[in-house]
């Protein structure tokens, strides 16, 4: 099966993650084909924007694929797996034309910060973020710091300490979610939404979003070898690996 299905709307990008299991679970496979079609994206003048999507009654993801992460065992192990992950954040960052989230189920983990590189985000009433990686003793550094620069500290320490699903309520609160639609019509709005985006004119979307989002790709990569140490730490506890062996059992 194909990790990503791909098609155009119009100008707009359809980029759904088509992982077997309808959680979504984030493999290299799946990452790798992001991050290629994001570049391939932005170079491409027939596309004027992008949907990110994990598609309906699927969950936008839930995170690293566990079969892989508890295959981490060692210090280049470490380093490969933040190298990759930041790498894929930056992919998405990097594309100077509209991103639109269409978010429902689970946004876990990288799930919740992929959503975070884009433009615009449309959930669903039953979409569910969550941020619970300390509660299962995983460090989480880089996404502390995306929920911070996104939405400040305040609404940073109830996802990521609160360790609990985030209402829709505080979602639209806050912006996690721009906006709501049914969960049979998350993608349709969502393409919509970039449709209307995407008509902007060009150079003034594409100057404002690199201006945005340049301090905010700047900030991954000044935190990328203090997170190779984080989560080493991590490791190096045994904590990481009891989690990973607990849920994979």
């Known amino acids: 099966m194909a990790p990503l299905n791909v098609h155009k709307a119009g100008t707009v990008l359809v980029v759904q993650f088509n ?4 959680l979504n679970p984030l493999n290299r496979e799946l990452e790798r084909g992001i991050v290629e079609t994001c ?3 932005q170079d491409e003048p027939t596309v004027r924007a992008i949907v990110l999507t994990g598609g309906v009654d699927r969950s936008f993801g839930v995170g690293d694929d566990l079969n892989e992460a508890r295959e981490i065992k060692t210090r280049i192990d470490v380093e490969g797996l933040i190298d ?10 990097s594309v100077t034309k509209p991103t639109v989230a269409g978010i429902d189920g689970y946004a876990i983990g990288a799930g919740l910060q992929m959503a975070l590189c884009c433009d615009w985000r449309v959930g669903t009433p039953t979409a569910k973020a969550l941020g619970s990686e300390l509660k299962q003793g995983l460090a989480c550094p880089i996404g502390a710091y995306m929920l911070r620069k996104s939405f400040g500290r305040s609404a940073m320490s109830d996802i990521v300490f609160g360790c609990e699903v985030v209402p829709p309520e505080w979602g639209i609160e806050h912006k996690f979610f721009n906006e709501i639609a049914e969960p049979r019509d998350v993608v349709e709005r969502a393409i919509w939404r970039a449709g209307i ?9 594409r100057r404002t979003k690199e201006s945005v989002n340049r301090s905010f790709i700047a900030g991954l990569g000044e935190l990328k070898p203090m997170a190779k140490n984080i989560i080493l730490d991590g490791f190096r506890s045994s904590s990481a690996q009891a989690h990973f062996a607990r849920v994979t059992r």
Request: aromatic share 16%; hydrophobic share 40%.
């Open 84 to 93: 990759r992950t930041v790498g894929l954040y930056v992919a998405i960052l």
């Open 39 to 41: 570049r391939w994206a």
């Open 19 to 22: 992982r077997e299991k309808p």
């Open 197 to 205: 985006l995407g008509d902007y004119p060009e150079v003034a979307y």
